[in-house]
Antibody, heavy 118, light 107 residues
Framework: EVQVLESGGGLVRPGGSLRLSCTASGFTFSTEAMTWVRQAPGKGLEWVSAINYNGATSYYADSVRGRFTISRDNSKNTLYLQMNSLSPEDTAVYFC???????????WGQGTLVTVSS | EVVLTQSPATLSLSPGERATLSCRASQSVENYLGWYQQKPGQAPRLLIKDASKRATGIPARFSGSGSGTDFTLTISSLEPEDFAVYYCQQRGNWPRTFGQGTKVEIK
């Protein structure tokens, strides 16, 4: 079964940093693009970032460019999202999902909650 | 970036009725438009890809149509489990973007 599982969320102070992880199983991770999407409490979905299969290319939403970095370790079947200079507006559930370059993201993990508050 | 506008914001219908949801793009995304369903506390689930192709395991009552800038998701006869929020997303341009969502609620 194809699965992705996020971890690393939590409470962080404004201006702080956090690194999210997403562990994949059930498919050949090293041949698939991966995506991060977030959802603020009670709000809609916001696309955050995507990375191609080997990490050579990546894209970001304007709202996070320069503060967030997407990366991957294909030897560990793991996707990362390094988040710096966090603000309360970054408070959201962060989902990772398989695909997103030449296809639509599917499936998604259950998400990890990031809360930015003093 | 491509702005996706969904309408209506809320659709109040009864089980068995037909639901028609709209997604309009600010510029052409060709047929690179997908639809997701999200229920409370759950991750989104892909329903339709590339405007009209049902994703694996999606019932035939879900159908998509459109190209360019205007797209429609149709649920032919609502089942109780279909009451949820639906989002469109484009993959024709970077950055990828989502619509703001349409909530399908029980009337």
């Amino acid at each position: 079964e194809v699965q992705v599982l996020e971890s690393g969320g939590g409470l962080v102070r404004p201006g702080g940093s956090l690194r999210l992880s997403c562990t994949a199983s059930g498919f050949t991770f090293s041949t698939e693009a991966m995506t991060w999407v977030r959802q603020a409490p009670g709000k809609g979905l916001e696309w955050v970032s995507a990375i191609n299969y080997n990490g050579a290319t990546s894209y970001y939403a304007d709202s996070v460019r320069g503060r967030f970095t997407i990366s991957r370790d294909n030897s560990k079947n793991t996707l990362y999202l390094q988040m710096n200079s966090l603000s309360p507006e970054d408070t959201a559930v962060y989902f990772c999902a398989k695909g997103g370059y030449y296809d639509f993201s599917d499936p998604w993990g259950q998400g990890t909650l990031v809360t930015v508050s003093s | 970036e491509v702005v996706l506008t969904q309408s209506p914001a809320t659709l109040s219908l009864s089980p068995g009725e037909r639901a028609t949801l709209s997604c309009r793009a600010s510029q052409s995304v060709e047929n690179y438009l997908g639809w997701y369903q999200q229920k409370p506390g759950q991750a989104p689930r892909l329903l339709i890809k590339d405007a009209s192709k049902r994703a694996t395991g999606i019932p035939a009552r879900f159908s998509g149509s459109g190209s360019g800038t205007d797209f429609t998701l149709t649920i032919s006869s609502l089942e109780p489990e279909d009451f949820a929020v639906y989002y469109c997303q484009q993959r024709g341009n970077w950055p990828r973007t989502f619509g703001q969502g349409t909530k399908v609620e029980i009337k």
